[in-house]
């Protein structure tokens, strides 16, 4: 009887473990047949897997193309003569359209590629089977490494904790020419929007946390009067608008005194004792070396090297530990004329004609400078640098010797979000692309806030004179600080 039974059991066990053989055959079968039960997959994204693990790679030498920002174009004399003319971002060149081999690189042509596919530039996929195309793999990509947040996708959202500091308040540090609060103006609503990016975590800003993570080290602004601005507005944010007497003026041993008979030094320093944390900035409208050409002469010519990188640059570099360039709106033959830069490279008055246009010229010099900066990091182990991409200008009817102005005060009337995955300054983003300089790019969230400008709204407000360059501070300046310290 007892044998009977066990015979039973074993029959039993048996035919519950064919079965559950047969229902994990069958579930196999149906995880690979199936498509809605690899949806409880997790994405791709959710794994650090390495692209070389999956398929093999190649790294694109040069940067995608770009059609240029009409915006960052439309203040420089030659730019005109730019529409329809292809632009290399290899070497930031516009190229003639007189026949001219616009080829910039050597390597061959993807029969493959498809109109409409684009990837991320620093990956490109190889491994194309013969009948299948891009397309076909579009899906299947694994990234190389979780994407980097994009800081200047996102947009603009209502924020009452904001501004920042008081426009009254920062007298210390704001010059009173970009101090709205102190003019005619009676609008300052555009003063409580702060910027989201879109899948990214921004830090609050504060004063004590920027200076904690300063400690011991130098920031340095180095660029024109928009460069001055920034300064100017970090100044502002790290005190919080309020006087402040421990902050020392060691101006003096960067050589930034200001000379007989100038306006203003070519810049500042400033010290926070409690931390050692330096703050400066350096004119330099054009990033490259000036050269007097007759030193004797008090109204010599430069010769404006745009091969060389500033000599304040290529001096203190060693000195700092985070350092922010930008230029872009000096470039125009009447600042140049005023300024007695007359242009060179290699050492001898430039003889390319395309090089003698002052688009290229900008682009040639920003290209320059920031291979230079790339090829000192490795030097200096800790720098974090950055290029800036182009503020924009808001002008309307005119330009700002031309009757030009940007009445508009209501905020964001022209939208409030940035989509795009690429900068809108395309030559500052090819300028980078490859190196270790980082792209502090704002010009796409910043052309979004027309309201911002000083505007006729000016100390003296004198009719007809409109500045549709710079911008009210409290305002956007502080945002770009945000994005720096983010990325700081």
Not at 308 to 321: E, I, S
Request: aromatic share 10%; with cysteine.
């Amino acid at each position: 009887m007892k044998g009977a039974t066990a015979n039973k059991l074993r029959s039993v066990k048996l035919s519950i473990t064919l079965i559950a053989l047969i229902c994990t055959t069958l579930l196999i079968w149906a995880w690979e047949k199936t498509p809605l039960l690899t949806s409880f997959i997790p994405p791709s994204e959710s794994f650090d897997v390495e692209l070389s693990m999956v398929s093999p790679v190649i790294r694109s030498e040069a940067p995608p193309t770009y059609i240029s920002f009409e915006h960052q174009q439309q203040h420089l004399e030659d730019d005109s003569s730019k529409a329809g003319t292809p632009y290399n971002p290899v070497n930031g060149l516009y190229e003639e359209n007189e026949g001219t081999d616009t080829t910039t690189s050597k390597d061959p042509v993807d029969k493959n590629a498809q109109p409409g596919i684009s990837f991320p530039p620093e990956v490109m996929l190889s491994n194309i089977s013969d009948g299948e195309t891009q397309d076909d793999i579009v899906s299947s990509w694994v990234p190389l490494k979780k994407k980097e947040c994009n800081y200047a996708k996102g947009k603009w959202i209502a924020d009452e904790r904001r501004p920042l500091y008081s426009g009254f308040g920062c007298k210390q540090w704001l010059s009173e020419m970009w101090a709205c609060r102190l003019t005619q103006r009676t609008d300052f609503s555009f003063e409580k929007y702060r910027w989201q990016p879109e899948n990214c975590v921004m830090p609050d800003f504060t004063g004590s946390a920027f200076l904690t993570r300063m400690k011991h080290k130098t920031l340095a602004f180095i660029g024109d009067s928009l460069g001055r601005q920034q300064f100017q507005s970090m100044m502002c944010m790290i005190t919080g608008g309020r006087q402040t007497y421990v902050v020392q003026d060691i101006g003096r041993s960067y050589g930034l005194v200001k000379a007989r008979g100038a306006i203003r030094p070519d810049g500042w320093a400033y010290r926070f004792p409690t931390t050692n944390t330096t703050i400066l900035y350096y004119w330099s409208a054009s990033l490259c070396e000036l050269e007097p050409l007759n030193r004797s002469d008090p109204a010599t010519h430069y010769a404006m090297h745009l091969d060389r990188p500033a000599t304040f640059l290529k001096h203190f570099l060693p000195r700092f530990h985070v350092v922010i360039l930008n230029t872009g709106h000096h470039w125009n033959r009447g600042k140049l004329i005023a300024n007695h830069w007359e242009m060179y490279v290699g050492g001898k008055p430039i003889a390319d004609r395309r090089l003698a246009q002052i688009a290229n010229a900008k682009n040639f010099t920003v290209y320059s400078v920031m291979k230079w900066l790339d090829s000192q990091i490795p030097h200096h182990p800790g720098l974090k640098a950055f290029f800036r991409s182009i503020s924009p200008r808001h002008f309307a009817n005119g330009d700002w010797n031309t009757g030009g102005s940007c009445d508009n005060t209501a905020p964001l009337a022209g939208g409030s979000e940035v989509t795009q995955d690429s900068s809108s300054d395309p030559v500052a983003e090819g300028a980078v692309f490859g190196t270790k300089v980082k792209l502090l790019d704002i010009t796409a969230l910043s052309q979004l806030r027309d309201e911002c400008h000083v505007s006729k709204y000016s100390i003296k407000a004198s009719a007809g004179v409109n500045d549709c360059l710079h911008w009210c501070l409290p305002g956007v300046p502080d945002t770009w600080n945000e994005l720096l310290f983010a990325q700081i």
